[in-house]
């Protein structure tokens, strides 16, 4: 996924409040991904730039795709992150520099580790008239493994979880007692919630993780708090659990993880440690040097904004 703003905005973990053990609402923000997707962009955020080792979050439809070509995405670098796409409705292809070419469907995850450098694609089929719904995150990579080979893995089954009215898919890390296969790098989590009727739901949390939960469908309600589409709430660390009451549609998804303690830059599609790193991660793609090309899309390559840092 690429943000195609002219103008980008370097986020710094640093510049925003430090991890607590506070709740906190944060709104979304609307942004375009592409020429024809409009998102909601819950991560980075000016009041939280990252929550554990996730440092993006963008959440994207639901939208019928009759009079719109949904996810049109070309060729674009990463580095030093992981992307996990995940769809409620719809599909998406992904194409990459390792050649790999997977279409992935709901109740399916694409994790793709850009390590020192990957290139996609990711776009919409020209004959899908249904419905686009999903969210794409990043994890930043710690420093040790950030500079290791690209891969990419699709897996077509996660842990599922069935608690009375609610339906929980374990996108990635632990959650009673299931393990999701995900290969990740750092103590995080990741839970699809999505509930069959009007239900309360009450999970257990690690007291190390600081959490997220944004809600994707539907709405909830949390600590006396309402929660909607828009709004992603931040459950700080040091809470045993968590209970929430959900309408009859609702769709969630929680995330977590140990505070994240190094110091992470975000730029365009680059997650680094300077703004050295991101110049020359910028050179390289601009020169057509160190990534790879991407096979089999016919759309354009998106060219790096100009750095001004
Ligand atoms: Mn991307």
Not at 69 to 82: E, S
Not at 260 to 288: G, M
Request: net charge negative; with cysteine; aromatic share 8%.
């Amino acid at each position: 996924m690429s943000d195609l703003y002219p103008q980008q905005q370097l986020s710094d973990s640093k510049d925003c409040p430090p991890p607590s053990d506070n709740y906190q609402i944060l709104k979304t923000r609307d942004a375009m991904l592409g020429e024809y997707l409009q998102i909601r962009r819950a991560l980075p955020n000016r009041q939280r730039r990252m929550i554990g080792a996730w440092c993006f979050l963008d959440h994207f439809g639901p939208l019928p795709l009759q009079n719109n070509a949904g996810m049109q995405v070309g060729p674009h670098p990463h580095i030093g992150l992981q992307t996990v796409t995940w769809l409620i409705a719809g599909k998406i292809l992904h194409r990459d520099s390792l050649q790999n070419e997977q279409i992935i469907l709901p109740g399916q995850l694409n994790l793709m580790t850009a390590g020192r450098g990957i290139a996609h694609a990711e776009e919409s089929l020209v004959d899908d008239k249904g419905v686009l719904h999903g969210a794409q995150l990043w994890l930043a990579l710690p420093d040790a493994v950030r500079h290791s080979e690209p891969a990419f893995n699709h897996y077509a089954q996660l842990p599922m979880i069935a608690q009375k009215e609610v339906i929980m898919t374990l996108l990635a890390g632990e959650m009673l007692g299931e393990r999701a296969p995900t290969k990740v790098y750092s103590p995080v989590v990741a839970l699809d919630i999505k509930a069959n009727r009007q239900a309360a739901l009450e999970l257990p949390l690690n007291s190390q993780f600081e959490y997220g939960l944004l809600v994707l469908q539907g709405n909830a309600q949390l600590a006396q708090m309402p929660l909607e589409v828009g709004t992603l709430m931040y459950v700080g660390y040091g809470h045993q659990g968590l209970q929430m009451q959900l309408s009859p549609d609702a769709h969630l998804l929680l995330i977590g993880g140990e505070p994240f303690t190094e110091e992470v830059l975000i730029w365009w599609n680059f997650v680094a440690r300077s703004k050295a790193e991101i110049y020359e991660a910028t050179k390289q793609w601009q020169s057509l040097q160190h990534f790879k090309d991407v096979p089999g899309t016919r759309l354009p390559r998106i060219a790096a904004p100009q750095v001004v840092l």
